[in-house]
């Protein structure tokens, strides 16, 4: 499988020197990816968290995970979707919201022309 626009968005920010974490919902596509990102950018503030959106307790999971190991979150790119479930990233939004003050910009529906 091709790398996508959250593996490319992750990229960029670490090469940025950024603190980066992937939440995804495979653990085995996630470490690829990071190992990946290090690789390629020397920056080894890369890792991986497992989250599957689809999942409250996953989502409930790591928010808790995130609120008591992480000091800030200052950029937060929603690349997640669930046909059918859009409110569950509505839930992460608000989870981190509360202790954390940031600008979300969402992107729904990135696609080329005639897709």
């Keep these: 499988m091709?790398?996508?626009?959250?593996?490319?968005?992750?990229?960029?920010l670490?090469?940025?020197?950024?603190?980066?974490i992937l939440a995804c919902r495979s653990q085995e596509k996630g470490e690829a990816a990071v190992r990946?990102?290090?690789?390629?950018?020397?920056?080894?503030?890369v890792m991986y968290r497992?989250?599957?959106?689809?999942?409250?307790?996953s989502?409930?999971?790591f928010?808790?995970?995130?609120?008591?190991n992480e000091t800030r979150l200052d950029i937060?790119?929603?690349?997640?979707?669930?046909a059918g479930h859009f409110n569950f990233v509505s839930i992460i939004h608000i989870a981190l919201s509360r202790d954390y003050k940031y600008k979300s910009y969402d992107s729904y529906c990135l696609m080329p022309r005639g897709a």
Excluded at 2 to 12: M, N, R, V
Excluded at 14 to 20: H, P
Excluded at 36 to 45: D, L, M, Q, R, Y
Excluded at 50 to 57: E, F, G, K, T
């Design 50 to 57: 497992h989250l599957d959106v689809s999942l409250l307790a």
């Design 76 to 82: 937060l790119v929603n690349n997640a979707g669930v």
């Design 36 to 45: 990946a990102i290090i690789e390629e950018t020397g920056n080894t503030a």
């Design 2 to 12: 091709l790398p996508g626009i959250g593996f490319y968005t992750a990229q960029d």
């Design 14 to 20: 670490a090469r940025r020197n950024a603190r980066v």
């Design 63 to 68: 928010v808790a995970d995130f609120l008591s």
């Design 59 to 61: 989502v409930r999971g």
